[in-house]
């Protein structure tokens, strides 16, 4: 409501020809250099660098399904109404969530990386969890390590990889207790995930 009374304002002073022309055009060039100021800027998180994040994140997941094809052989890939991919082979389920894939710097160059978790259910126990590190090279993302067990990838962030992990074991009923709970923190040197301080 206060821009579009300031915007009303603001053209009323420019369009109005009984304010003087040195005001009229004050305002104007106030108006234009505005423009000029806003459409050069780049925040980092416009169109471009969405689409960017959108075609990495559809590799991860076509890597991740492969990954998951090679396990389960002539598994149904099925998506729920939410985006969760589902792959399922008698009693055994893969399940791919799209939305936690992470996104970001791991090794030393500057393309983008990426963290997916596979969650794999069979019968009535806990899910088993593997944790793929895909590095980008040139452009092409491959899975460089993997990973399981109980932790959670939070988020990358100074090419140090964030991770959630319990001091309880998962099936304790303390398992999500937060108290239990501590972040660990890790860096990708030659190839191999390094816990640091």
Request: include cysteine.
């Amino acid at each position: 409501m206060i821009i579009y009374t300031f915007a009303n304002r603001f053209f009323y002073i420019v369009l109005n020809p009984s304010f003087n022309l040195p005001m009229r055009t004050y305002h104007l060039l106030l108006l234009l250099t505005g423009l000029l100021l806003g459409c050069s800027q780049n925040s980092g998180s416009g169109p471009a660098y969405k689409s960017s994040e959108q075609k990495i994140r559809k590799q991860v997941i076509d890597i991740a399904g492969n990954y998951v094809n090679k396990k389960l052989k002539d598994a149904n890939k099925t998506m729920t109404n939410d985006g969760l991919i589902i792959f399922s082979a008698g009693d055994k389920k893969c399940l791919i969530d799209p939305s936690n894939v992470i996104i970001g710097e791991i090794d030393e160059d500057s393309h983008k990386d990426a963290i997916v978790t596979i969650f794999t259910f069979q019968g009535q126990g806990l899910p088993f969890k593997e944790h793929l590190i895909l590095i980008n090279k040139n452009g092409k993302l491959s899975i460089s390590k993997e990973l399981d067990g109980e932790m959670k990838f939070l988020s990358i962030s100074n090419r140090t990889i964030f991770i959630e992990t319990s001091k309880v074991a998962p099936d304790s009923p303390f398992a999500d207790c937060q108290i239990c709970k501590e972040i660990t923190k890790y860096k990708f040197i030659a190839g191999d995930t390094v816990r640091i301080k």
